[in-house]
DNA sequence: TAAAAAGTTCCAATTATTGAAACTTGGTTT
DNA sequence: AAACCAAGTTTCAATAATTGGAACTTTTTA
């Protein structure tokens, strides 16, 4: 809830502002953000005043009231294409939720959190910024599980600590000895589930993309609720999927680095 | 192309660094982005370094490349949750993308482009390079003409001259005498044509989004391709696209000024 | 109408930014 | 294998920006 603090100088103060603006989920008097902000009010102000010129912000005038820029959505788009799984993946996951008829999600790791960058539900196609950017706990969804039972040690205890361990449900992992258990579980299996941890009813199976050389990319999961379909029936759905994570471990790097062909013809 | 020399200090020059890197479309190295930086080596470093570690940019450590950075998918999602009209115009648009059977795009002005916020596609999707977060001309897109024509002479102002008129297809716009003269058609007619002006082929008729005091908040449209209908065909949509557009202004003012009521109350 | 709160500007002390140059690293050529 | 070149990284004193207390203006509340 605090601000970050983050210390990478001026840049790094004024981004903090605009995950504060972003953390109210609503436009944002300047009052409201003094009130809890470690800036002196001059300083938050010409904060305030940057981003908003910037594009970063946007500033009601009838209201006073501050909200994240346009800009943001446009740089989004970008950032979404440019250093996201998802448009690599597309295809391969549209395929994938026909074939089970059930919903598809692709995910990635931003710090100790999973992102969703993609969703497929067979019933209902939904608009891109509606799914892509939610942000969810790692100890306790299948992709996040998924993902960290791939990661090198080092990766993991950066990330391990940060968990909050928030019971859910009475399923949840809630400390971290049980959770590292776990990714050994799921690094054997080569699949990992979520049953019920995160939400009573919802279960998954997920699986990490991984790249070529063995680099997680990111993960794939397939959802259903327990009125549906049991963990086991879903197991069966795993080879499927996983042709699909490895599709698209291998296209994404060939698409990042396209041009390791023409630097070997010079090299020749 | 050139950098925007915004002036906003520090951190409008970090920013700027962000769209240089958007603009590249690609992971990019750092010698590419410091040959054709206004800054020095070591200040653009820095700041590459900054933004990375604040996760604005992502570094690829394999490649030494740069992208744009996941917590700026995080951050859109905030905007575009709560500064666009999609999330109001959800349910609304879809189901006028049901009743019309045809792709229903929803916009708002970024300074001077059209920047869509949503889309809806019923059926088979018509190739278009159309999407969340892409930005596209206002002058010669039924949006942005919509959404231009009910804009205060100050606002035109501002917007018009920045218009590149680039001849698209032989029916474009290419000035600002010919642009005015449509604005002032629309306004008449009380909704815009696109007859081909952007793509060969492609047509709309498109509706400012208005709150009831009368601002432009966005703008709606219903695209098809010539070889389905004509444009007296789409005409016939307008009622239907109309209601959606009435009811989304007033849905949306009744958002953003949740606390009006209250006050008229304590006003009398 | 008065008082309080919110928003805005000012300016000297402080601090961070700046950028030329030196240094390190990784890869290519002789 | 050694030398070379280019890309990436660090250093540090001069410079220029940020900082924040306080005063000021505007808007809201009593």
Chains 1, 2 share one sequence.
């Not at 004024?14 to 009010?41: H, I, M, N, T, W």
């Not at 938050?44 to 910037?54: D, H, K, P």
């Not at 990111?218 to 086991?232: C, E, Q």
Request: charged share 25%; proline share 5%.
């Amino acid at each position: 809830m605090a601000a970050n603090a983050s210390g990478d100088g001026t840049v790094g103060k004024a981004l903090d502002v605009l995950d504060q603006v972003a953390a109210f989920g609503r436009p944002v008097r300047f009052a409201e953000l003094q009130a809890e902000s470690p800036f002196p009010k001059a300083t938050l102000y010409r904060f305030v005043q940057t981003l908003t010129n910037q594009g970063m912000l946007s500033f009601d005038r009838e209201r006073n009231t501050y909200a994240l820029g346009v800009r943001l959505v446009r740089l989004a788009h970008a950032a979404w294409e440019q250093s996201s799984l998802a448009p690599i993946a597309r295809d391969e996951i549209s395929r994938l939720a026909d074939d089970v008829g059930e919903t598809v999600h692709l995910a990635q790791m931003d710090h100790a959190q999973v992102l969703y960058v993609d969703k497929r539900d067979p019933e209902r196609p939904v608009a891109m910024f509606s799914q892509a950017g939610k942000v969810g706990p790692a100890y306790c969804t299948g992709v996040g599980k998924a993902m960290m039972a791939w990661l090198d040690e080092e990766s993991l205890c950066r990330i391990v600590p940060q968990q909050s361990f928030h019971r859910f449900t009475p399923k949840t992992l809630t400390n971290e000895i049980a959770l590292r258990k776990e990714l050994a579980n799921i690094r054997d299996r080569g699949f990992a589930y979520d049953d019920e941890e995160h939400e009573p009813g919802i279960i998954c199976v997920a699986l990490p993309i991984l790249s070529p050389r063995g680099r997680v990319l990111g993960a794939l999961s397939v959802t259903t609720s327990t009125a549906r379909k049991s963990l086991s029936e879903l197991e069966t759905l795993v080879p499927r999927i996983r042709l699909c994570a490895q599709s698209i471990g291998t296209e994404a790097e060939a698409w990042r680095f396209p041009d390791q062909i023409s630097k070997e013809v010079r090299t020749a």
